[in-house]
Structures are given as structure tokens and as C-alpha cells.
């Protein structure tokens, strides 16, 4: 046996799975041969150490990132069916009991008359209920200072047509989100208020609101949007300190093996800055240092190396996203 | 005529933890995402993993996860269940690796010296010794890196299955079916790997004498 047949078998060697006349022949080999002898204990190493790799936990927030993105997937509209490929055959030949029709039919009928008759946008849930529409409601009374009129993001605003947020405070410990769209075709979101969920649609003039309770003191909420018009949509984050801090502070502090959320959940709270962002916010953030610096320096220096930018929509606002 | 309907939904949709892996898949196959949250929730750790392994880098181990379970809420119907579901989506991981290599192939931005950062429990449970000394941990670090260099520094294939066999455990017989290679050639291709690796890890005396 020479030596490259030799080292063709180790693996086979190794795993024991090798036919009794080739082991004999491989093991002559390896003691005739100290070169293959050495180089089959360096292979045996080699494989302990692979076996040895340690498993790595997906960065926080790994699996709400993947199901942000499904829901974004799941509300996309089908492609289009041409007529021309449709078997007509197959569609007159469908059997449907007339029972299941009619009862079809008088669902169908319930529906578009519960549209009617119903008041709009009803939640349900203590607390957190859908506003008037925004012109109604009152703005910034919280505090004076930051009273500069909050501007609508959206993001890659392609003239608007996405979903347009604003965030406003209503009164004391209370935020009030406001949905709109410049959009003729519905545009479709879901939103989840820690766990619980709302959806629903908004259209060119017909927009929505929705009241968001303050955290409590030196926490953070998180609110997370997911929107989609066709084939086009995104999932935001917005992060709400417990209160919107008027005067610019400057802090130090340093931030280490975390997410691009971590980091904003954090900005958020040591400022007092409400933040609205989109993009891959599992990213990890390796290290980050802020040193005596505002929110727009703390954002710069935690997002730029991870490829995200932020900046300014209103006093005490910021929109974050991805660097196109 | 469209009003602005808001429909709380938020509420239990049963206890996904404890169903079957072939009753999650066909809840998600009849529209139910609260399932395919449950199967992201038990395959997330593997395939990260796997992810991380082959494209040795953690922020593409990120895109390349999510994209493969993007992929897997696709084409969840076309899965028949004659292979194990985790057969099929370390498939699909393999093929967004491949796709997105093809298409960095003219710009490759993974650095040689861009591994993984390892946190130091991760490296800490791999020591026998339960009280190891902080030179033996930044030690085992350190091999561990250089380890995972050698292992990038494989051609994709060679690299794809010696994770596929040493980090994920999987047989030949699934590596064959997940890569729909001939298990001759899985055996050829990962004994070739090894052989690499270990002459790889001979440069380094001093960590692998």
C-alpha cells in the first residue's frame, strides 16, 4: 500500500468502517511508514477538535426578525392569474352543495352590513384604544419644549405611498401613534402593543390612530408595525421611553456583544428619545463607546459601523434604518 | 367601500410546544403562522448554526438564517414529508449559502480573519476541566478561531459537510440527500476535508502540537 491510498482510508479507519483485509494492509502501513502514522494522529486531532466546535446562540430577537418578515411575506398579493391560463373547464365543472353557497352567501351579506352599521376601528382592550381621527386630537401637551411639530416618516417614502407613521403625545403618559398613507390602494398593517396584536388597513383619507400608554418609569415599549401595499412592505420598530426628554443631555456609557435593538432600547431609555426604525435590527453591535455625546452622536456611534443611520424627525424623535 | 377595521387577534392559538413536527407542518401548510413560529422556535438554534459554520461569519450567518426559513414559509407545501423536516431545511439553508456565494462571487467581503467571535461560556462549556485557568480559556479561543479559519478556507462542498457531519451529526446517508450527492462521494469529499483541516492545523505547533 503506498502512502496516498494510505491516507484515502483514514477516514474510513477512523470511523471503523473499514473492510478487515484493508485495515490489516493500513495498519502494516502505519507502522512501516512514520510519516502516515504521524499524519494519521494529527488527522485524529484534528477531527476530536472539530467535534469540540461549541454552539452558538442566534442573536436576540433572531426569531421575531424571521416572523416580521413572514407576516410582511404572508400579506403580498398572489400573483396574478391571466385568464387566458385558467382552466375554464375545471371551474364550471366545480361542484358547491347549495347549502354551503347560501351559507356563503348570507356570511357575505353579514359582513358587508357589519361594515356599515359597526363604529370603526374597535379594539376592545382597556387602555389602549383607537384615537379619533388624528386632526381631533391633541397635541404635545406634555411639554412645551419639544412642542416642534413631529414630522410623518415613512421609510424609502416613494412619495408616501407606504405606511406613514407620526408619533405625537397626547397628554401626560400617553403616546398616540398615527397611521396614514397617501395611497389610493389599501395599505395593510398589523401591530403588536407588547403581545397584543391589532390590523387593519388604511387608505389616502382615511387614516388611523392608535393610543399607546407610556412604559413605566425607566423602561422602555416597544411597539412593532408590520405594513404591506402589494408587493412592497415593511416591519418598524418603534421604541417609547416612559417620557420624551425636552433638553439634550449628554451621557457616557459603553455598549457591548449586543443587537441593533439593544442599542436602540437603550438610547431610547438614557435619553429620553422615542426612536422609529426598520431594517435588520437582530444585527449584532460587537462594541460600541459613547462618550459625553447627545442621542444624534450615541446613535452615530453605536450605528455606524453596523450599517444603519439615523436622524432627526422632530424635537426628541428620530427615524432609523438601513444605509441604501 | 372600506372602512378601517381593526380586529384585535392576539390571543392563544393553543400550545404549539407540545405538537408533533408533521401536525405543525401541516397547520402551516393550511395558513397558520402561529405553527411556523413554533418551527423557527425549534430549528432557529440548528440552523444558525449551520449557517454560521459555512459562511463563517456571524452577521452573514444572520442573513443566511433568516433567508432560508423565508425560503422554508415558501415553499412549505411543496414539502411532502418523505424526508425529516430538518433533512429539508438544511437543504434550503445550503442552497441560500450557495445562491448568495454565486452572487458575492466578484466582491467576496469575508475576510480570512473576519470568524466568529465566540462568547466565552460557549467556550468555557467545551472544557473538561471544570475550573480551566483564563490562559486556558483564551487558549481554547484561540483554537477554536484559528479552527473555524481552517475551516473557511475549505472549498464550499468540503465545507458544507464537514459541518454538515461534525457539527450538525448528520449521517451520511442525510448528507447525501441534503446535498443529493452520491455517498461515495460524501465519504470522498469529507475524508479530502479532514485531510485539509489537519494539514491546516499543523502550521500551528504551538496550539495544535
Known amino acids: 500500500m503506498n502512502c496516498k491510498a ?19 494492509d493500513l495498519e502494516k502501513h502505519l507502522a512501516d511508514c512514520e510519516q502516515c502514522d504521524r499524519a494519521y494522529s494529527r488527522f485524529r486531532y484534528a477531527i476530536s477538535m472539530l467535534e469540540r466546535l461549541p454552539d452558538v446562540n442566534p442573536p436576540a430577537g433572531f426569531r421575531a426578525s424571521v416572523m416580521a418578515r413572514v407576516e410582511v411575506e404572508r400579506r403580498k398579493v ?82 408616501g405611498q407606504g405606511l406613514i407613521l407620526t408619533l405625537d403625545v397626547v397628554q401626560s403618559g400617553v403616546y398616540c401613534l398615527k397611521l396614514h398613507t397617501k395611497s389610493l390602494k389599501p395599505v395593510a398593517f398589523d401591530i403588536d402593543i407588547s403581545g397584543t396584536k391589532y390590523s387593519g388597513f388604511v387608505v389616502a383619507d382615511k387614516p388611523s390612530a392608535i393610543k399607546v400608554p407610556a412604559p413605566r418609569s425607566g423602561s422602555v415599549r416597544v411597539v412593532h408595525v408590520a405594513w404591506s401595499i402589494g408587493e412592497w412592505g415593511r416591519y418598524q420598530t418603534v421604541f417609547l421611553p416612559s417620557k420624551l426628554r425636552s433638553r439634550a443631555v449628554v451621557k457616557t456609557f459603553s ?52 450599517g444603519f443611520k439615523a436622524y432627526g424627525v422632530a424635537a426628541s424623535i428620530y427615524a432609523v434604518e438601513p444605509v441604501r | 367601500m372600506l372602512e378601517n377595521s381593526v380586529g384585535a387577534r392576539a390571543g392563544s392559538f393553543g400550545d404549539y410546544e407540545q405538537l ?49 426559513f423565508i425560503r422554508a414559509f415558501h415553499s412549505i407545501q411543496t414539502f411532502r414529508g418523505d424526508a425529516k423536516f430538518a433533512t429539508w431545511i438544511y437543504r434550503i439553508v445550503t442552497n441560500v449559502y450557495l445562491d448568495e456565494r454565486k452572487k458575492l462571487k466578484s466582491h467576496p467581503t469575508t475576510s480570512l480573519d473576519d470568524t466568529i467571535e465566540l462568547d466565552e461560556n460557549s467556550v468555557t462549556r467545551q472544557i473538561e476541566d471544570s475550573t480551566p485557568s483564563p490562559d486556558e480559556i483564551v487558549q481554547t479561543k484561540e483554537r477554536m478561531r484559528i479552527l473555524q479559519r481552517a475551516i473557511n478556507a475549505l472549498p464550499d462542498y468540503q465545507r458544507i459537510i464537514i459541518t454538515l457531519y461534525h457539527v450538525e451529526h ?40
Do not use: H
Open chain 1, 78 to 159: 398572489p400573483a396574478r392569474v391571466r385568464w387566458w391560463s385558467i382552466d375554464w373547464q375545471k371551474v364550471f365543472t366545480i361542484r358547491v352543495p347549495a347549502r354551503a353557497l347560501a351559507v356563503g352567501l348570507a356570511v357575505l351579506i353579514a359582513f358587508v352590513i357589519s361594515l356599515q352599521v359597526l363604529p370603526p376601528l374597535r379594539t376592545g382592550i382597556a387602555g389602549l384604544f383607537l384615537a379619533q381621527k388624528p386632526s381631533e386630537a391633541p397635541i404635545s401637551t406634555l411639554d412645551q419644549e419639544s412642542a416642534r411639530a413631529p414630522m410623518p416618516w415613512t421609510p424609502e417614502n416613494r412619495n
Open chain 1, 6 to 24: 494510505a491516507r484515502n482510508l483514514f477516514s474510513a479507519y477512523l470511523d471503523n468502517s473499514i473492510d478487515s483485509s484493508r485495515k490489516v
Open chain 1, 255 to 306: 455598549i457591548e456583544k449586543a443587537t441593533v435593538a439593544d442599542v436602540l432600547r437603550r438610547i431610547c431609555r438614557e435619553y429620553g428619545v422615542a426612536i422609529i426604525a426598520w431594517g435588520n435590527l437582530g444585527k449584532p453591535v460587537a462594541y460600541a463607546q459613547v462618550y459625553q455625546a447627545t442621542p444624534d452622536d450615541a446613535l452615530y456611534e453605536c450605528l455606524n459601523r453596523v
Open chain 2, 20 to 68: 408533533g413536527e408533521d401536525v405543525l407542518i401541516e397547520r402551516c401548510k393550511a395558513g397558520d403562522t402561529a405553527a411556523f413560529d413554533e418551527i423557527v422556535r425549534r430549528f432557529e438554534k440548528r440552523v444558525f448554526n449551520y449557517a454560521l459554520r459555512v459562511t463563517g461569519n456571524y452577521n452573514d450567518a444572520c442573513d443566511v438564517a433568516q433567508e432560508a
Open chain 2, 170 to 209: 448528520r449521517s451520511y446517508e442525510e448528507i447525501a440527500e441534503i446535498l443529493k450527492l452520491p455517498i461515495g462521494t460524501v465519504k470522498s469529499r469529507l475524508n479530502r476535508a479532514r485531510l485539509a483541516i489537519a494539514e491546516m492545523l499543523e502550521s500551528e505547533p504551538e496550539l495544535f502540537g
